[in-house]
């Protein structure tokens, strides 16, 4: 057991009072999650595989389950400049999106980090065009690692629907915006029994969003206007340092979270990782897969463990080190930076580097949503058992 | 807030990137070389109307429903609205700019309705101090009462002479019940009583009263006592005719037969078409003689269309050349026409065809063929070389110092309109006169807004709104019927909210909605522009709606 490691850690996602359960849809998950944390301003455009989440929030809102204003747009670009103004005002708003339409909103993605509107925004994982796919892989959410907002990378349902009240919670503390990323298909149209929380209970966690510098007709601002060099750079810098603030603020937020809720959400999520020789490092859904791979390999004695990356965005280098220094490392990627390898793998290599030797290794598997099975676990294993170069960029179930 | 920004330390960043300050300490205006420049300007409405009323001006306030700022407006320039909102050809309409978009707004109709809505509050722009001197007016025709009603205003003592028995002239003795009913007149009339203009009936010029005693007893003299007298035919017979002008006074003090069932009416002016549709509605059976063809008919258009609508029978190319009495019917012998090359008047002089006469039997005949002023009450010295009197059109200064005179007197038959805007420069002119001012003031001319400076974009095509008239068949039944019922208020509104306002600011706040720099300030609800802040980018002058804001060099 490695020491000074939370208990929490082991327990992401465990307990709960287990009543109120549905059976739903990853994106439903979203749609009560917006609907539970009071959004006040839905903008969306739909795209598959995002489209049932504002499908069911449009239904909300029409029924007047939900009070809050639905706004019909033309685009993604114009679905997150209406989430950004309204934030601006001092309201809390919601969007979700996937693949191009996250690209499309790319330009504004910048903008929301920089004018610090905690907007929360589902998305659901989608392999970029082209060739067309609406298959999930994460190179969408990942292309927009640089932009300042928070990415939580969901295992299940039910962590889809606790971040997003969660992700209120932390992104209106630290005045970031925040993705909840899940995957296609495999989550976002995938069904799960999801407790859906009682109302009071996370109204009681969640009061309403208060905006210190909330625009308002007898306060009028500009906003972002043209910043000399001698004053831009310590906007950014404060950006960094929210960031850095946000490490605290989600495991403060997290354990606050469990004693309402039961449950714990992390930074990341270990499975056998304290104790295990080789970990392997993974990010959403399909860290399921992985996990079970393992359990199998641990009852066959194997010494393995699996640390999921829950919380790309602040990047928590300090729990990385704390799991991952001198052991022997495998990262799963599903995605790539072409011409560098795998995202997470150089994430992962950049915490641990000058530190204490550690033996790490990336594979990028399960592109454009080709199945990740207990299979290439299992072989990945063995074949990083064997492996002697641990540099090359290695795609895992490539035809040959 | 600050005046400038100032982040030394890293504690001074607010959290987001949000102004802690204003931009005022950057005067860009001085960036500018061009500047925007908000005045109004003319209408062509405004422009071609004789009394140069302010139309879009009083619009505006009839729009925000201040009746009373409406009608001070409006009678700043034009003293009986509800006079000429019934009988005015409305020079105004054919002069719209929205002619040229859809069609011209009923300025006329909406006068009438403004002009009736102010009548109880007109009272109160009798004199507030009075003034010491006295002022004689003859005649209580339009251009008399025009000139009294602003002589008072202004705080002169008025007295009006006046032959007939009431005040009106040709709007009461002329005008037929069925354009202008007298309840209107009376109304008006009324009001100057209380404005404390003192009325002399029965007082002809030239016998019970003559120019020089009034000259003498009076600090200053205005004459408007019109044009009565039908000319002449020059034919044998003619003494069996009846006047024109005689006819309709007839009527307007009661008569009610007609005197024939079978009348023939001569002439083709607006007199005619008065003559012809009284008698049809008195139960006869009118004929219009005229010697030329319905283009070149004098009357308005407006009158020509209602006549035949009325179903009168016009015959044209005809003219009388002789008459006799015979058993009470009178024997017209009349002569073919053909038209010939134009004349002075540009219209196609009309030449008798040779052998073409030809008699008919009427019961009787009326012509209408033109009136002129009767100089014979007036002194020679007030008389120009042709023989008419002399007055500056823009005083109504005779050659006679302290005499004024204006309207029918001196220009002969025109428009009511015209007449008020004689009685009014008049008025002005004598107000100067008086406080021994220059007489004529000079006025720099207003540029007027044309079409092309309207911007189209912020209109919606509509057509005009028009009275629902009474149908023919129902009006010609009685004099008493006013023939056009005139627009309620909400179409008169309706129909003033079509109005572009050419060159008259209506607070619409575009300039102030467009202005990219917030350099159009928005004080006491109108706009005014910063200078300080202004860069001089044009957009308030392109997209000013009605072409107030201009673009100047700067000095």
């Known amino acids: 057991m490695c020491k000074g490691v939370p208990k929490g850690d082991n327990n992401n996602g465990k307990g709960g009072i287990m009543q109120n359960m549905k059976v739903i849809m990853g994106n439903h998950a979203l749609s009560y999650g917006a609907k539970l944390s009071r959004v006040e301003i839905i903008s969306a455009y739909p795209i598959t595989p995002q489209t049932q989440v504002v499908e069911l929030l449009s239904e909300m809102v029409g029924s007047g389950e939900l009070k809050a204003k639905f706004v019909n747009v033309e685009s993604e670009h114009s679905a997150l400049a209406v989430c950004i103004s309204a934030s601006l005002t001092g309201a809390r708003a919601f969007t979700a999106t996937s693949a191009q339409g996250l690209a499309l909103m790319h330009e504004l993605l910048h903008y929301a980090a920089g004018a610090r509107t905690p907007i929360v925004m589902g998305v659901i994982n989608r392999a970029m065009a082209t060739p067309w796919s609406i298959w999930t892989d994460q190179n969408d959410s990942l292309s927009q690692r640089d932009t300042g907002w928070m990415q939580i990378y969901c295992e299940s349902n039910q962590e889809v629907l606790d971040s997003v009240i969660l992700g209120y919670k932390i992104s209106e503390r630290v005045m970031l915006p925040q993705m909840i990323v899940l995957e296609a298909f495999v989550l976002s149209h995938t069904s799960e029994p999801v407790e859906i929380p009682d109302q009071k209970i996370v109204d009681d966690f969640l009061p309403p969003y208060q905006n210190p510098y909330a625009l308002t007709p007898s306060n009028p601002r500009a906003i972002g206007a043209v910043t000399s060099p001698d004053f831009y750079m310590e906007f950014r810098y404060k950006i960094q340092k929210a960031m850095d603030n946000a490490i605290e603020v989600i495991l403060e937020e997290g354990k606050k979270f469990q004693e309402k809720f039961g449950r714990y959400w992390g930074l990341v999520d270990s499975f056998y990782a304290e104790d295990a020789e080789i970990v392997i490092v993974c990010a959403g859904a399909y860290s399921s897969t992985v996990k079970y791979a393992v359990k199998k390999a641990r009852e066959e004695g194997k010494n393995i463990g699996v640390l999921r990356i829950r919380v790309f965005r602040p990047f928590p280098y300090e729990k990385i080190r704390e799991y991952l220094l001198g052991k022997n490392v495998i990262v799963l990627d599903r995605n790539i930076s072409f011409g560098a390898g795998g995202i997470f793998y150089q994430e992962i290599k950049s915490a641990l580097f000058g530190k204490k030797k550690t033996k790490c290794a990336g594979y990028i598997l399960g592109l454009g949503g080709r199945d990740i099975t207990p299979s290439d676990i299992d072989g990945i294993v063995s074949d990083f058992l064997k492996r002697k170069k641990f540099d090359d960029i290695i795609f895992w179930g490539l035809k040959k | ?555």
């Not at chain 2, 406080?435 to 807004?449: C, Q, S």
């Open chain 2, 1 to 555: 807030m600050e005046e400038k920004i100032k982040f030394d330390k890293l504690e001074d960043y607010p959290e987001i990137p949000i102004s802690t300050a204003t931009t005022k300490h950057n005067k860009t205006g001085s960036w500018r070389n061009l500047k925007p420049v908000i005045k109004d300007k003319a209408a062509p409405c405004s422009k071609a109307c004789p009394t140069n009323t302010l139309i879009p001006n009083y619009f505006n306030f009839f729009i925000d429903g201040n009746i009373k700022q409406a009608g001070k407006i409006l009678t700043l320039h034009n003293p009986f609205p509800s006079i000429t909102g019934r009988v005015c050809p409305a020079f105004c309409q054919t002069a719209c700019n929205r002619r040229k978009f859809d069609e011209r707004i009923s300025i006329r109709e909406i006068e009438r309705v403004v002009g009736d809505l102010y009548l109880p509050y007109k009272i109160e722009q009798r004199p507030q101090t009075e003034i010491d001197k006295r002022v004689a007016i003859v005649g209580a025709g339009p251009a008399g009462l025009s000139c009294a009603f602003y002589l008072r205003k202004f705080g002169y003592k008025v007295i009006i002479f006046e032959k007939e028995e009431k005040a009106g002239g040709i709007l009461r003795y002329g005008i037929p019940e069925y354009r202008l009913p007298k309840k209107i007149l009376d109304k008006e009339i009324e009001i100057l009583e209380e404005m404390g203009i003192n009325f002399e009936y029965k007082k002809e010029l030239g016998k019970d009263i003559d120019l020089y005693t009034l000259k003498k007893e009076f600090d200053a003299v205005f004459i408007g006592i019109g044009a009565h007298v039908e000319k002449k035919m020059m034919i044998e017979g003619e003494e069996n005719f009846i006047s024109g002008s005689e006819f309709l006074k007839d009527v307007s003090l009661g008569k009610r037969e007609p005197p024939g069932k079978k009348v023939a009416v001569i002439g083709g002016g607006n007199v005619a078409m008065d003559v012809i549709r009284t008698l049809l509605r008195m139960g006869a059976n009118p004929v219009l003689l005229y010697r030329r063809t319905e283009n070149e008919m004098p009357a308005l258009k407006e009158e020509i269309e209602k006549a035949k609508e009325d179903g009168i029978e016009f015959r044209f190319l005809i003219l009388p050349v002789k008459a006799r009495k015979e058993n009470d019917k009178i024997v017209l012998t009349n002569i073919k026409m053909k038209l010939g090359e134009p004349d002075k008047s540009g219209r196609r002089r009309p030449i008798p065809i040779e052998g073409s006469e030809e008699e008919e039997v009427f019961d009787a005949v009326i012509t209408a063929i033109g009136e002129e002023s009767d100089r014979s009450c007036v002194p020679k010295e007030i008389l120009g070389e042709d023989g008419w009197v002399y007055a500056d059109k823009r005083t109504g200064a005779t050659k006679i110092e302290g005499v004024f005179a204006g309207g029918d007197f001196v220009q002969g038959p025109s428009t009511v309109v015209e007449a008020f805007s004689w009685g009014r420069k008049s008025a002005e002119a004598i107000d100067r006169y008086l406080k021994g001012e220059e007489i004529v003031k000079v006025e720099v001319p207003e540029k007027t807004v044309s079409f092309m400076q309207i911007q189209m974009e912020y209109f919606e095509r509509k057509n005009a709104l028009r009275p629902k008239e009474i149908p023919p068949y129902e009006r010609i039944k009685s004099l008493e019927i006013e023939e056009n019922p005139g627009f309620t208020k909400e179409q008169s509104l309706e129909e003033a909210l079509r109005c572009f306002s050419c060159g008259v600011c209506n607070f619409c706040g575009i300039c102030y909605s467009y202005c990219p720099d917030a350099a159009i300030l928005w004080k006491e609800n109108k706009p005014e522009i910063d200078y300080d802040y202004c860069k001089g980018c044009g957009i308030c002058a392109k997209e000013c709606p009605r072409g107030i804001i201009t673009m100047e060099k700067e000095e």
